[in-house]
């Protein structure tokens, strides 16, 4: 199993920036990719980007895309999403997942508040 730890949420205005991280441990060796999603108030749990652990293959979700930069440190471990330019539908709890087998997120952190105040 792998153990997931996010941080860097917070509160933000409209047009602002942050920086989440997720630290991976335990059996990283098993990671395919890392993913993050999103779960905004009242609703359903969406997808945010992925990125393959080993390779530079990523994906983003259209409401992201050219806003968000998710990036890969395998020395630490670690994970990043560069959140630029914030909306207020950005606002949500985000974790990150890790798939061991493709397309299939078996194991996911806590989570981390982002709410863009406007």
């Known amino acids: 199993q792998v153990q997931l730890v996010e941080s860097g949420g917070g509160l933000v205005q409209v047009g602002g920036s942050l920086r989440l991280s997720c630290a991976a441990s335990g059996r990283t060796t098993s990671i395919y990719a890392v993913a993050w999603y999103r779960r905004p108030p009242g609703k359903e749990r969406e997808f945010v980007a992925a990125k393959t652990w080993v390779g530079s293959a990523t994906s983003y979700a259209d409401s992201v895309e050219g806003r968000f930069t998710m990036s890969r440190d395998n020395a630490k471990n670690t994970v990043y999403l560069e959140m630029n330019n914030l909306k207020p539908a950005d606002t949500a709890v985000y974790y990150c997942?890790?798939?061991?087998?493709?397309?299939?997120?078996?194991?996911w952190g806590q989570g981390t508040r982002v709410t863009v105040s406007s």
């Open positions: 997942a890790v798939a061991r087998v493709k397309g299939r997120y078996s194991d």
